[in-house]
């Protein structure tokens, strides 16, 4: 077991100024040669290391002269790890001196999607986090930052050869070979280090920065796919103009160049000046993909342009402190989408999200801080934790000391460290110096994990019409770690009559106003309300102002008043959300008993869904989002205890039918009311669209209203409707309609996102692993080398809980896993994190997935990555 720990920190003895990097990018093996400007930083330093991984090493010379003194050692393990020591006693002048690497590398061999590799037939990059290694012998850390100059050769049948900076020269050789020269003035870290060569759709535009300078903008996609990219485009100069007018930053190279390939790990990667996306995150428009998909591609273009001053002008000291690029970046997306699109509606997403996801894995044995202590692979740090929670951790900071603040915090933080490699540390003193508060507390969020529960409770006395509020704070112990303290929490809080009217003036016993925004960093807080007629509700936690559970007994009849009347669209939501969520623990006992059990519901349920659908038209953004938290996945990860999947499964059925047979007619109404506009990207759009979806799966799931089906699929002017129709067919088994379904298929038969989420929803309703291996032996687009398959993959069986629990479901994902990571062991981790989540289950579905961790662990042995998540979700 190797672990690597925060603490352990150790600044370079030897460094990289300067790397003048030539890659002959051919087929089956590259060759590069490497001169490196070498910096001693320690004077005692006799010898430095560089990191390789799979490697051949050819030559190794310094000052020009062959160097025989050097140890190459290959560690152990199924990751081919290399260590390349050099040692340097014997030159005259150790201060600065220039090493010169050859090497060669399988370019066609390398099926991880990390280093140089291949994605079709376009030869591409990636680096975050280690991936330079695989390409040369490298200080392939973070802190390491130097100017690059890329020379790349390839034969003549690639059209752009491209990297990182600006273009110095370019042109053909006269051996059927050409070659182009780049040259990056920003010092810059190995893991924003980026290469492409192939034959791409282009489209060109630019952009006018604020300072006046014209900057050209290029975007590169998969041929015939022109017309797609338009959308993608947009979103670059949106984001480059918002990242001016909100955060005051500037666009700092000539070109910004953004890449789609079919084969990548990740999302998308901010390599400096050309982007590299998952073309999954680049190519779409309203024909192609989903609304959903829309607003991730704007969000995912803004991410990782925003990533230009925060991560690449600005950088991380070491991976522990991923979260300083990642959790900020993510802030900035999201304050972005917020600007651009809807404030509230996102502030939703994003905490449902994080509810679903980040609490579930603070619970798990995968648990950690959102600046991690101890790891044992720099690749386990791509985390919700660390990008989802450090977001909001970032938000706080930001609610605490406001925008104006915040934003000279930003600055100073870019006066002190712009070209640096920083910590988190480092951020949080900028934002200190720069608001005058004091943050010394609140620091505690980067080191603790766990999500914080707040206790609410509230006594009223009628004699003195006070209303005493108290708010208890505890973490409990998490897997990585036992002690817990109370940390700053910023509440919003409103408190609404039994009628549902918001009250604002309270003030406390000594007549001092009661803010909303409830501010502590003890354990308890309470707030005693004067001056009471009647006792109050309290809502607390608005917007997701902090990062944490709240936990509060509130009555179905409070969560009817705050569901009709809470001016607050957060406080509604979450309020139905918590109702729909009891329909759950009332019927549990039930449908263990009798899965044909009647479904109970109390008085409110009729106020409560009539309301919400009184106003279905009204806000429809609102309303679809409310119906998609009906979804037993949800209900699974908020039940805050073990439960049954699969007669949660049942009951979420139930509540649907429920509410069809209850609301029918008001449904059709609302549903025929839904206007079909010229397609537009923007909130009200997006919410009809989204409602239409909805209503059409809750229409059909007693098999009725098929015709709506048909007539949809007529009169669709968008993808997102077309995936609305195929989704109810597929989900409700509405078999009369698969003719459509085959449609569909023929219509997208070029399109493998539409093929994908076809064959998610069809994987999600498969009966057996026969089926499912019919399913991928047909879908054409499917590879078990293509990181989206696998995505894919998981993701449909995931969702088919039926087949998940069952020993072959079960065993054919173990069979997945040891075959992906011997490959990509980029992804293998993600499919491992299907089984650390094993508490969310009561027993026997629990058992059944510790067994398979059991077997997993003792009989095969994966990569380092892999390794290290079943380890620990087995610990
Ligand atoms: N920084 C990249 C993530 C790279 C993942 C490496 N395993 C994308 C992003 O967060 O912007
Ligand atoms: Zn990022």
Request: with cysteine.
């Amino acid at each position: 077991k190797r672990t690597l720990k925060r603490l352990d920190y150790k600044p370079l003895d030897f460094t990289a100024t300067q790397v003048d990097l030539q890659l002959n990018l051919d087929l089956p093996v590259s060759r590069v040669q490497s001169k490196i400007k070498v910096k001693r930083l320690n004077t005692e330093a006799t010898s430095f290391v560089l990191d390789g991984q799979k490697l051949n090493l050819l030559a190794v010379k310094i000052n020009g002269q062959d160097w025989s003194a050097y140890v190459l050692e290959d560690l152990e393990g199924v990751d081919g790890f290399q260590n390349l020591k050099i040692d340097v006693s014997s030159l005259s002048e150790p201060q600065e001196f220039t090493l010169e690497i050859e090497n060669e590398f399988n370019l066609e061999e390398n099926l991880s999607m990390s280093g140089i590799y291949l994605s079709d037939k376009v030869i591409v990059s990636q680096c975050e986090a280690q991936g330079f290694r695989r390409i040369t012998f490298y200080f392939d850390r973070p802190d390491c930052l130097a100017v690059f100059t890329t020379y790349l050769e390839t034969n003549d049948s690639y059209e752009y050869l491209l990297a990182n900076g600006n273009l110095l020269e370019s042109g053909s050789l006269n051996n059927g070979r050409k070659f182009a020269k780049w040259h990056d003035p920003f010092p810059k870290p190995s893991y924003l280090f980026a290469c492409v060569a192939g034959n791409f759709e282009v489209l060109d535009d630019y952009f006018i920065t604020k300072s006046g300078r014209k900057v050209k903008l290029r975007l590169f996609a998969e041929y015939g796919r022109l017309e797609q990219i338009r959308f993608a485009m947009e979103a670059v100069k949106r984001a480059m103009k918002w990242d001016e007018d909100r955060f005051g930053l500037e666009y700092d190279l000539d070109i910004f160049m953004v890449v789609g390939v079919a084969y990548f790990n990740a999302g998308a990667m901010e390599n400096k000046g050309l982007n590299i996306f998952n073309d999954e995150l680049l190519v779409g428009c309203k024909d192609t993909v989903t609304d959903d998909s829309l607003f991730s591609i704007d969000s995912v273009i803004a991410h990782e342009y925003f990533h230009n001053w925060t991560g690449d002008r600005v950088t991380c000291r070491d991976w522990f402190q991923l979260t300083l690029k990642e959790g900020l970046t993510v802030f900035r997306d999201q304050e972005y989408s917020s600007d651009t699109v809807n404030r509230t509606m996102k502030r939703i997403d994003d905490a449902e999200e994080i509810q679903a996801y980040q609490f579930n894995e603070d619970k798990s044995p995968l648990s950690h801080p959102i600046r991690p202590d101890e790891v044992e692979s720099q690749d386990n740090f791509y985390t919700s934790t660390v990008y989802e929670k450090g977001a909001e951790v970032i938000r706080l900071l930001h609610t605490l000391i406001g925008e104006e603040k915040f934003q000279q915090g930003m600055k100073l933080y870019f006066e002190r460290h712009d070209g640096k490699a920083v910590t988190c540390e480092d951020f949080v003193e900028a934002m200190a110096d720069a608001s005058g508060y004091n943050l010394d507390h609140f620091r505690l969020w980067y080191s603790q994990s766990g999500t914080p529960e707040v206790k609410v409770t509230s006594e009223y006395d009628p004699q003195t019409k006070v209303q005493k509020v108290t708010f208890v704070q505890e973490t409990a112990p998490t897997f990585d770690q036992q002690e817990k303290q109370p940390l700053t929490l910023a509440l919003k809080t409103h408190f609404l009559t039994p009628e549902g009217q918001t009250l604002t003036n309270l003030v406390d016993l000594q007549g001092k106003a009661i803010p909303e925004l409830l501010v502590f960093e003890t354990k308890e807080l309470v707030v005693e309300i004067a001056n009471q007629e009647q006792e109050l509700i309290v809502v607390t936690n608005l917007d997701f102002s902090s990062p944490v559970r709240v936990i509060q007994q509130t009555t179905s009849s409070q969560l009817a008043t705050v569901a009709a009347h809470c001016q607050n669209l957060y406080g509604k939501y979450f309020a139905l959300k918590e109702y729909y969520n009891s329909i759950f623990r009332l019927n549990e006992e039930n449908f263990v008993r009798n899965s044909q059990a009647q479904l109970e519901v109390d008085e409110h349920f009729a106020t409560i869904y009539k309301n919400l659908f009184a106003l279905a038209l009204e806000d429809a953004s609102f309303t679809s989002a409310v119906l998609r938290f009906h979804n037993v996945s949800n209900a699974i990860t908020s039940a805050n205890k073990a439960v049954n999947p699969l007669v949660y499964a049942q009951i979420d059925k139930a509540i649907k039918t429920k509410l069809y047979q209850d609301y029918k007619v008001q449904l059709e109404g609302i549903y025929a009311q839904l206007p079909f506009r010229t397609w537009e990207y923007n909130s009200l759009h997006f919410g009809e669209r989204a409602l239409r979806d909805q209503l059409l799966s809750l229409l059909t799931i007693s098999q009725e209203n098929q015709e709506l089906v048909e007539q949809l699929y007529t009169q669709a002017s968008c993808y997102n409707d077309k995936h609305a129709v195929i989704k109810a067919i597929i989900n409700n088994d509405l078999s009369a309609l698969d003719y459509l379904v085959d449609k569909f298929a023929l219509e997208y038969q070029d399109t493998a996102s539409c093929l994908d989420e076809l064959l998610t929803l069809r994987l999600k309703n498969a009966k057996s692993v026969a089926q499912v291996e019919a399913l991928l032996a047909n879908a054409k687009q499917f590879s078990i080398t293509k990181p989206n398959s696998l995505y894919t993959l998981i993701r449909g069986l995931r969702l088919n809980l039926n087949l998940f629990f069952t020993k072959e479901g079960i065993e054919y994902i173990k069979e997945l896993i040891i075959k992906v990571d011997k490959n990509n062991p980029g992804v293998s981790p993600y499919l491992c994190r299907s089984f650390a989540n094993y508490d969310l289950y009561l027993d026997p579905f629990r058992q059944m997935v510790i067994d398979a961790l059991e077997d997993l662990i003792t009989n095969h042995t994966f990569s380092r990555n892999a390794t290290e998540i079943l380890n620990k979700a087995f610990e």
